[in-house]
């Protein structure tokens, strides 16, 4: 059994990298069983969410462990989050119109669907097994990937509710809710992502991989017979056509004086990134508190919080800088940025290009407030995206074959890998 079971600090993500290191060769054979405590998975979702540690290095140390083919499935895993990553920054729009379906649906659903809604996302379905899952994400903020799929095609194609509310509830609720892959996995389920392919819970997949005993009280089980779940036909609401890949640098140009740098969820590994040269700038530290929906989960919130603090304590450290400025949960975002960068005399704030969520939302008022006061807002992205994000046009097995020639995964522990 893995230890700390959600790290949420760099050092607690790299030692459970390590515990996990044995067990990474049997991960395409067990990772599907769904059990107490989740042996067979790595438990790293949430710092890779939030890049206390990156899907390179990741990938780095256990290829570096395992022959290439032992690890084959786990290797596809992490790239996965990739290309969910790079499928959404080529089409930001789906995000928009998700965002903006959930909102829609709060204010026109009919109370019914609305009441049921509730209702099964706080585990009262009456079908004890997905309210089981359903208290576990409430409690710990996680789920196992296989119980994540048959919940949500619980929702959609048995109880028949909205898409869109489930993914907000999951976004809501889970420590590695990440706009991508939570958003295009669920559009998976339902339909969408792939034309012509849905994902149906059935009775038989849960006896197969589910703990027994999760099974043992059988209120409900009758409803997710075989026979009995039929697909809903989902409407697409969104457009998907592909946008080109926005140019974003991959280097910091210009001067380095007088700079901020803007730390933020969505990368909480500023010191090993094309800004990790910086020295002495203004640390200027935005949390989910003051960026997200205010619904969003307490056990969520807390983890953020513990994440955030590990990441100004690096940050000082790295940047030789005083403790971070935070914005007041008062202000908007772009004014507390601002007033912070006025103060410290700042004449550019420099950060890690967030992906596309809210914080990415928020980037053009951010950049209109600091050009009216005569202030360069400057982002940068890591190579490693820029180079497999724009692969990601087409389907994930297309990707895959390009990041599987392209990709050299090198012995040295210490080598990064290196995008051809």
Not at 3 to 9: E, I, R, V
Not at 203 to 212: K, M, Q
Not at 217 to 242: I, N, P
Request: glycine fraction near 6%; aromatic fraction near 10%.
């Amino acid at each position: 059994m893995l230890t700390n079971p959600h790290p949420s600090t760099r050092g607690e993500a790299l030692a459970r990298l390590e515990e996990f290191l044995p067990m990474a060769g049997s991960y395409g054979r067990d990772r599907n069983a769904v059990l107490p405590g989740h042996p067979n998975v790595s438990r790293l979702s949430a710092a890779l969410r939030s890049r206390l540690i990156t899907e390179e290095e990741v990938l780095r140390r256990v290829l570096a462990v395992h022959p290439f083919p032992a690890v084959e499935k786990f290797v596809q895993e992490v790239v996965w989050r990739t290309y969910w990553k790079g499928w959404l920054e080529l089409r930001p729009q789906v995000w928009t119109n998700y965002r903006e379906r959930v909102v829609w649906l709060r204010q026109n659903a009919p109370e019914p669907v609305l009441r049921r809604a509730e209702e099964v996302a706080a585990g009262r379905s009456g079908v004890a097994v997905m309210d089981r899952f359903a208290r576990e994400l409430l409690t710990t903020g996680y789920l196992h990937n296989h119980a994540r799929m048959w919940w949500a095609s619980f929702w959609i194609h048995v109880e028949r509710l909205p898409w869109e509310l489930g993914a907000d509830f999951f976004f809501r609720h889970l420590l590695d809710a990440d706009p991508a892959s939570n958003t295009l996995s669920w559009r998976w389920v339902a339909g969408l992502q792939t034309p012509g392919k849905v994902y149906l819970i059935r009775r038989s997949n849960l006896e197969r991989f589910a703990d027994p005993s999760w099974l043992d009280d059988t209120s409900g089980l009758g409803r997710l017979d075989d026979s009995r779940v039929v697909a809903v036909a989902v409407e697409e609401h969104a457009d998907t056509k592909v946008r080109p890949l926005p140019v974003v640098p991959e280097e910091l140009h210009g001067p380095t004086d007088a700079l901020g740098l803007w730390l933020h969820d969505e990368d909480g590994l500023p010191e090993r990134s094309p800004l990790g040269h910086l020295k002495r700038p203004t640390l200027m530290a935005t949390t989910l508190e003051s960026e997200a929906d205010p619904s969003m989960s307490l056990v969520v919130r807390a983890w953020r919080a513990r994440a955030g603090a590990d990441v100004r304590v690096r940050a000082e450290s790295q940047f030789q800088s005083g403790a971070p400025m935070e914005p007041s949960a008062e202000q908007p975002l772009a004014e507390s940025l601002v007033q912070s960068a006025r103060l410290h005399g700042c004449q550019r704030l420099v950060g890690l290009a967030p992906a596309v969520g809210p914080i990415s939302d928020q980037v053009g008022g951010i950049r209109r407030r600091f050009e009216a006061q005569g202030i360069e807002l400057v982002l940068v992205r890591r190579r490693w995206d820029s180079a497999l994000w724009a692969w990601a046009h087409r389907g994930f097995f297309p990707f895959w074959e390009k990041v599987h020639a392209r990709l050299k995964f090198q012995s040295d522990p210490d080598a990064s890998i290196r995008v051809l």
